[in-house]
Protein backbone atom coordinates (compact mmCIF):
# COMPACT_ATOMS: atom_id res chain seq x y z
CA UNK A 1 0.00 0.00 0.00
CA UNK A 2 1.49 3.67 -0.67
CA UNK A 3 1.76 6.26 1.97
CA UNK A 4 1.78 8.90 -0.55
CA UNK A 5 5.50 9.20 -1.06
CA UNK A 6 6.72 9.22 2.64
CA UNK A 7 10.00 8.04 2.39
CA UNK A 8 10.36 4.10 4.26
CA UNK A 9 13.54 2.91 2.99
CA UNK A 10 15.58 4.18 5.36
CA UNK A 11 16.79 7.53 3.77
CA UNK A 12 16.78 10.19 5.62
CA UNK A 13 16.14 13.46 4.67
CA UNK A 14 18.68 16.09 4.17
CA UNK A 15 19.81 18.53 7.04
CA UNK A 16 18.88 22.13 7.05
CA UNK A 17 22.12 23.93 5.60
CA UNK A 18 23.84 26.02 8.22
CA UNK A 19 23.32 29.31 9.16
CA UNK A 20 26.22 32.64 8.69
CA UNK A 21 25.97 35.15 10.41
CA UNK A 22 27.61 38.53 10.36
CA UNK A 23 29.01 39.59 13.31
CA UNK A 24 29.52 43.50 13.22
CA UNK A 25 30.99 46.42 15.98
CA UNK A 26 32.90 44.09 18.05
CA UNK A 27 35.11 45.68 20.25
CA UNK A 28 38.93 45.49 19.61
CA UNK A 29 39.03 43.54 23.38
CA UNK A 30 36.85 40.68 21.84
CA UNK A 31 38.68 37.45 21.83
CA UNK A 32 37.60 34.24 19.70
CA UNK A 33 37.01 32.37 22.63
CA UNK A 34 34.42 35.47 23.66
CA UNK A 35 32.74 35.46 20.09
CA UNK A 36 32.61 31.35 20.32
CA UNK A 37 31.26 30.77 24.18
CA UNK A 38 28.54 34.00 23.40
CA UNK A 39 27.08 32.73 20.25
CA UNK A 40 26.84 29.08 22.01
CA UNK A 41 24.73 30.17 24.13
CA UNK A 42 22.46 30.28 21.78
CA UNK A 43 23.05 26.96 19.93
CA UNK A 44 25.36 24.45 18.64
CA UNK A 45 27.99 26.44 16.16
CA UNK A 46 29.01 24.91 12.59
CA UNK A 47 32.51 27.72 12.38
CA UNK A 48 33.41 31.04 13.99
CA UNK A 49 36.23 33.58 12.55
CA UNK A 50 37.09 36.73 14.66
CA UNK A 51 38.83 39.40 12.02
CA UNK A 52 39.56 41.38 15.58
CA UNK A 53 41.40 44.42 14.68
CA UNK A 54 38.33 45.00 12.05
CA UNK A 55 35.87 44.86 14.44
CA UNK A 56 33.69 41.93 13.21
CA UNK A 57 33.49 38.05 12.76
CA UNK A 58 31.05 35.30 11.78
CA UNK A 59 29.47 32.73 13.40
CA UNK A 60 28.02 29.68 11.64
CA UNK A 61 25.19 27.94 13.26
CA UNK A 62 24.36 24.30 12.59
CA UNK A 63 20.80 24.66 13.86
CA UNK A 64 18.11 27.82 11.95
CA UNK A 65 16.08 28.10 14.99
CA UNK A 66 19.07 29.03 17.03
CA UNK A 67 20.72 31.75 14.61
CA UNK A 68 17.34 32.89 14.39
CA UNK A 69 17.17 33.70 18.27
CA UNK A 70 20.45 35.00 18.07
CA UNK A 71 19.48 37.79 15.37
CA UNK A 72 16.23 38.53 17.59
CA UNK A 73 18.52 39.51 20.48
CA UNK A 74 20.88 41.42 17.53
CA UNK A 75 24.07 39.39 18.76
CA UNK A 76 23.81 41.32 22.41
CA UNK A 77 26.81 41.66 24.14
CA UNK A 78 30.48 42.92 22.86
CA UNK A 79 28.61 46.15 21.66
CA UNK A 80 27.56 43.65 18.24
CA UNK A 81 24.88 44.19 15.87
CA UNK A 82 23.93 41.11 13.20
CA UNK A 83 22.61 40.09 10.04
CA UNK A 84 21.67 37.17 8.61
CA UNK A 85 24.02 35.53 5.74
CA UNK A 86 23.84 32.34 4.23
CA UNK A 87 27.17 30.19 3.46
CA UNK A 88 28.17 29.63 0.00
CA UNK A 89 26.73 26.40 -1.48
Known amino acids: MDDGGAMDD ?5 PPPPVKIFVGG ?8 ALRAHAEAFGPL ?3 V ?10 TFADAGAAAVF ?3 RGGGHGAHAAARRPPA
Open 46 to 48: VDH
Open 71 to 73: LEV
Open 50 to 59: LMANRGFGFV
Open 10 to 14: GEAAD
Open 26 to 33: LASATTPA
